[in-house]
């Protein structure tokens, strides 16, 4: 995997935060600094929107109005990015 390896992920239900529309996030490899981060997040969920907010370089509060039916996605096309996470954490 070359270090500017992205996945983007266009959502089906965009979001809006800060009077801004949100349809498409793109993701970047994982850093163990990100995966770190996620340590003091409470459970699997919490620590994958902590997780997808520094992926994608938005904040926790626009990652948590991503809807549900677009985390499917959106943990198939980040899996090559963060190794082992989600086995491990989950």
Known sequence: ????????????????????????????EAELGD???TDAAQGGIGKTILLIAALSDTTEAVTRKIKASDLDVILKKIE???????????
């Open 1 to 28: 995997m070359s270090e500017t390896e992205t996945v983007e992920v266009t959502l089906k239900k965009p979001v809006t935060h800060d009077g801004k529309t949100i349809d498409k996030l793109t993701f970047r």
């Open 35 to 37: 995966l770190a981060a």
């Open 80 to 90: 090559p990015l963060v190794g082992s996470f989600f086995t491990q954490n989950a």
